[in-house]
């Protein structure tokens, strides 16, 4: 590697929900001057730039012309536009580029019969606590992308979370748990602190409580390695009253409802893949 490549650029189109959370990341790890962020508000990308001390150049082609890694912040459905529209200006570079698909549904081939040609390409299933560091990101490169290439990539993406590489096979479904999952939590969260707050505790309080408990398990699955099912179990004293809560949950079909939004948002994912080739 030259010391130019020694020093990549990232660049990002589309500072939305997940684009910025990406970005706030690798600043973390990488100098603001090497970050680059386009966004169709040009205002938006401006903000996040000044927050984050990095720069937001006035168009997609400028990102595009000089990012060494450029994520492509887009929907599946603008995709197609987006890479027609990069195609003339990714065509005329110099220098090795890498394409980074964020978009859900879309595999490498299709990133690259976009792009018109076979460039290096980096599947990427994100979630938004990538934006504080607790994220969960899953990623696979394609043959074109080299392992120094990667080791670089994986290097300036520490700070958002975990990362794990997944056969193209599995990214879909690997990146509905990590990515949608989320929003699912984020529902039995607040159902929780509504719980509490039926029975007497503060707004602020009930939140505070739901979320660090919620955190707390997580990171106990994470750290204990044991299983999900088997902490339940460990909560729930013989004629306590922790199992009557479960007993209740049980009752109406929480575990089902879960699976079945999984299964739902997987089927939607599939559809929406479909619809781009």
């Known amino acids: 590697m030259t010391a130019a490549e020694s020093k990549p650029v990232f660049g990002f189109i589309g500072t939305g929900n997940m684009g910025s959370a990406l970005a706030r990341a690798v600043c973390r790890r990488v100098e603001g001057e090497r970050v680059l962020l386009s966004n169709r508000t040009q205002a938006k990308a401006e903000a996040l730039a000044a927050g984050l001390g990095c720069k937001a150049l006035g168009d997609n082609q400028a990102v595009a012309a000089r990012a060494t890694y450029l994520f492509l912040g887009v929907k599946p459905q603008g995709m197609a536009p987006l890479l027609e529209e990069l195609a003339p200006t990714l065509a005329a570079r110099e220098g090795r580029l890498i394409l980074v698909n964020m978009a859900a549904g ?88 509504d719980g509490g707050v039926a029975c007497g505790l503060p707004r602020a309080m009930a939140v505070e409580l739901a979320a660090q408990m919620t955190a707390g398990a997580a990171r106990l699955v994470l750290e204990s390695g044991k299983h999900p099912g088997q902490l339940k179990d460990e909560v729930c004293s013989p004629g306590g009253v922790t199992i009557q809560g479960v007993r209740k949950l049980e009752e109406k079909g929480l575990r089902s409802a879960v699976m079945e939004a999984v299964i739902a948002v997987y089927g939607k994912n599939e559809e929406m893949g479909k619809g781009s080739t």
């Open 106 to 193: 879309l595999g490498i081939g299709d990133i690259q019969r976009m792009a018109g040609a076979k460039y290096p390409v980096i599947l990427l299933k994100p979630n938004t606590p990538a934006a504080i560091g607790e994220g969960m990101t899953l990623y696979l490169s394609s043959p074109e992308v080299t392992p120094e290439e990667e080791a670089v990539f994986l290097d300036a993406m520490q700070a958002s979370g975990r990362l794990a590489p997944l056969p193209e096979n599995l990214m879909d479904i690997g990146g509905v748990l990590a990515g949608c999952g989320p929003a699912f939590v984020d529902m039995f969260l607040e159902a929780l602190a």
